[in-house]
């Protein structure tokens, strides 16, 4: 195999002190994600944080005020649940970042060790886990499909649910007498419908809006002996709620009159809703009571709101961040008043610069330009989010602000394929994914250069995950426009990359596409990269993961032998983990290697 160029890792990145303190400060400041607690034991709660270096799983007792870190493994640790007497902490093991493993217990307070939670259950990729006093069920997918299993009373697991397609757990009663699982039967994991079963398997309802319509199950009522279910629907162009009796198999529409995209979750008593409302990138925090259909919105500062949950006792607690302050988690009391709820040891990351709104047709792009740049087009980065069901929003990001520090203006596309602007902006990619996406891409593109915001000839591309797969194809399709690119984890060679894949994966490609690549082999040819590598002018980094089972080392090593054949500039750096990594160092190392190679090339 040939030996392809590697990427340098400048240390120190800026020649001025300062300012390099300053952005590895941004990436080393402790973070902490929003705590969830134990239904029954509100005080036993759980979140992450990179304090160590790595983002691993800690425990807090809230009465006591003490802390722990419960999980130690050198590529972190990332999902973790409390069951709901607070007695017991689970969290996900997998190898070296692969996703691929079991779900594990060990007793919240300190003195054992992890073990297997549940007998019986192979490994697999998570599809879902909900744990009751006497019921748990995992869901796990393989290449074989999906399985849900349930054990009851601490016995074996015992498979309630198989299916070749994908789909897994997503609620369990708080009474523990129905689970809702979410699937794709007929055949369209993007789109997917509702099954409601006893914990041995029996069936007891069925809900499906139809095609290009998902529902998704957010959860059972918090009150025992209340199995409604709260739902999130599209049945008029984007994400609404709904309340599903599945007893009776009655629903209720709840409705909300809020431009953009909302989600939900209940108040303790279920009585009213916890409303998050997405609109133009930023999120705001509401109240719905189910009995007056009064909406009250919820005292939160202009940004976006991360995650949101409501304590037994009514109070909001929430993570919030704008792209010019580092995020914090915050509640909000009954009474109205705000602080600061958990704030980790250590320094403060240094603030940033606040986006600007730019829209270009139905296009919505944030753009931001150094706080002492000149007047002037700048070089600039537009930075492509992933997903592509995701989308870039005013929030912070030690990301954005080093190419900021390197002088660099930023821009981010919420291209088609984006969520928060309704299913059909999110669904207008299906049957031309990429190429889609880069027509958005270009008008913003055009409108940077245009406008005198960005210097022509000094306009990067960069991305990863579905960003990573945008530029490179960016890079083959639009070569006129492009003097660098930078791809992380990227799809380089969509049929290979089908083939190595995980199948959740190949299952929403094949809802993308239309098909899989045996019966479409030629779409998809036409939405890889690989196809057109040969025109690819500009010199570009390739970023990739050994153990990344969303975007496999092979077809990214494909396109590398291309351009390596036909001389192409291009560098790499591969790392020992997944798809990105949860280590601090490991992450300013690749940041410092992304800067130090665009301003190389330019």
């Known amino acids: 195999m040939t030996t392809h160029p590697t990427a340098e890792v400048p240390d120190p990145l800026f020649d001025d002190a300062e300012a390099e303190a300053r952005w590895r400060e941004r990436f080393t400041a402790p973070r902490v994600s929003l ?18 270096g790595v983002w691993e799983i800690y425990a807090w007792d809230r009465g006591s005020d003490t802390h722990r870190k419960v999980t130690d493994r050198p590529n972190g640790t990332s999902h973790a649940a409390l069951s709901p007497d607070g007695e017991t902490i689970w969290w996900f093991a997998d190898s070296d970042g692969d996703e691929f493993g079991v779900w594990v217990s060990e007793p919240f307070k300190p003195g054992a060790d992890a073990k297997p939670a549940v007998a019986g259950v192979p490994a697999g990729y998570p599809a879902g886990l909900e744990i009751g006093h006497q019921v748990v069920s995992i869901g796990t997918s393989t290449d074989d499909g999906t399985t849900v299993y349930v054990s009851r009373n601490g016995g074996p697991a015992e498979v309630v649910y198989a299916h070749q397609n994908d789909g897994g757990v997503a609620a369990l009663s708080r009474d523990e007498t129905l689970l809702a699982l979410a699937h794709s039967e007929h055949g369209d ?13 029996t069936r007891v309802a069925e809900k499906w809006d139809g095609p290009g319509k998902g529902l998704d199950a957010i959860a059972f009522s918090p009150v025992r002996g209340d199995n409604r279910l709260l739902v999130l629907h599209e049945r008029r162009g984007k994400e609404e709620l709904l309340i599903w009796d599945v007893t009776d ?28 409302h997405t609109f133009k990138a930023r999120n705001t925090l509401h109240r719905y009571d189910l009995n007056t259909g009064t909406l009250s919105a919820l005292d939160t500062p202009h940004g976006t709101v991360g995650s949101a949950d409501v304590r ?44 600007q709104d730019v829209f270009v047709g139905d296009v919505h792009a944030l753009v931001a330009r150094p706080a002492d740049a000149p007047d002037g087009p700048l070089p600039t980065v537009f930075s492509l989010h992933g997903g592509p069901h995701s989308a870039d929003e005013d929030r912070f990001s030690a990301y954005r602000a080093v190419w900021l520090d390197a002088g660099f203006a930023v821009v981010h596309v919420n291209y088609r394929g984006s969520t928060g602007y309704g299913s059909q902006w999110r669904d207008a990619i299906e049957g031309r994914p990429g190429l889609t996406e880069l027509e958005d891409v270009a008008a913003v593109h055009d409108w940077a250069v245009g406008s005198g915001f960005a210097d022509p000839a000094k306009c990067v591309v960069n991305g990863a995950s579905w960003g990573g797969y945008l530029s490179l194809l960016a890079l083959g399709t ?44 030629d779409r998809y040819r036409e939405c890889s990269p690989l196809t057109y590598v040969d025109a690819v002018r500009a010199p570009v ?28 500039a291009y560098e790499v750096y591969r790392y020992d983990a997944g798809h990105g990594s949860l280590v601090v160092a490991e992450t300013i190392r690749q940041t410092a290697a992304e800067v130090a190679f665009v301003r190389k090339v330019l």
């Not at 994991?189 to 398997?201: C, E, K, M, S």
């Not at 009954?334 to 606040?354: Q, Y």
């Not at 894949?501 to 299952?507: K, T, V």
């Open 312 to 355: 037994p006792d009514g109070a909001v607690e929430y993570s919030w961040s704008s792209a010019a302050q580092p995020g914090v988690v915050r509640v909000l009391d009954v009474d109205g008043d705000e602080r600061v709820l958990l704030a980790p040891p250590g320094h403060k990351a240094p603030p940033s610069v606040e986006l």
């Open 35 to 52: 705590p969830g607690w134990a239904d029954d034991a509100p005080d036993r709660s759980l979140y992450l944080s990179n304090a160590s």
């Open 249 to 276: 198999d009655t629903e209720t529409e709840i409705g909300i009159d809020l431009p953009g995209e909302i989600s939900a979750d209940w108040y303790e008593d279920a009585t009213a809703l916890l409303v998050v």
């Open 189 to 201: 994991n993007r789109h997917t419908a509702l099954r409601v079963i006893t914990p041995d398997g």
């Open 478 to 521: 639009q070569p006129e426009r492009w003097a660098a690119g930078v791809a992380g984890v990227p799809v380089a060679d969509y049929l290979a990359a089908y083939e190595d894949e995980m199948e959740p994966l190949r299952a929403f490609d094949r809802a993308l596409f239309g098909g899989s690549p045996e019966e479409l082999p």
């Open 541 to 568: 980094l390739v970023l990739a993961g050994e153990n990344d089972p969303r975007c496999p080392i092979r077809q990214i090593d494909n396109y590398l032998e291309r351009l390596a054949a036909r001389g192409a």
